[in-house]
């Protein structure tokens, strides 16, 4: 089954957007690219999701960022070799999300050759990704980094 999930990008969106923590929580992935390098996620404006301001929750705009990079990665870097983790994250605030909420997910190749070329040897990597949460007028709400710990399966390590 997982196999299908990252081998078609379609398969995967469908079946994220259907899981629970996305669903009941507003979160939809709209578009993913078919080398799993691009999303774009929103948060739908839904009483549920507003806190006693009247703005977007925090912890709703923190889940719409939770897991898209390390499943990117398996995406890109394979689920069958790699173990990929949400290590740490950390979340700046910078204005009032009213309304839907929109954030763009890249990985580049330079991030994809460091990381592989990190992982070679067996070792551990803890790659850095940023991604902002937007209104629909372009305003930056929320500025979110996403630290993942990356490593080649036992199977794929060189032996020691």
Not at 83 to 94: H, N, V
Not at 104 to 128: M, N
């Amino acid at each position: 089954m997982r196999n299908l999930f990252f081998r078609h990008p379609f398969l995967f969106r469908w079946v994220m957007n259907l899981w629970p923590p996305f669903l009941f929580t507003g979160v939809k992935i709209v578009t993913i690219s078919p080398d799993f390098r691009y999303a774009r996620v929103d948060l739908k404006w839904r009483p549920w999701t507003r806190n006693i301001n009247n703005t977007q929750f925090g912890g709703s705009l923190y889940a719409m960022t939770d897991p898209l990079y390390a499943l990117m990665l398996f995406g890109c870097l394979g689920w069958d070799r790699y173990l990929i983790w949400d290590k740490k994250a950390d979340i700046e605030y910078i204005a009032p999300g009213k309304g839907r909420l929109t954030a763009e997910f890249h990985i580049e190749d330079d991030q994809l050759h460091s990381i592989k070329a990190a992982t070679a040897s067996g070792e551990k990597c803890f790659p850095v990704f940023t991604v902002n949460v937007r209104d629909r007028e372009g305003n930056l709400v929320c500025h979110v980094e996403r630290t993942l710990y990356v490593r080649l399966r036992h199977r794929y390590r060189p032996a020691s």
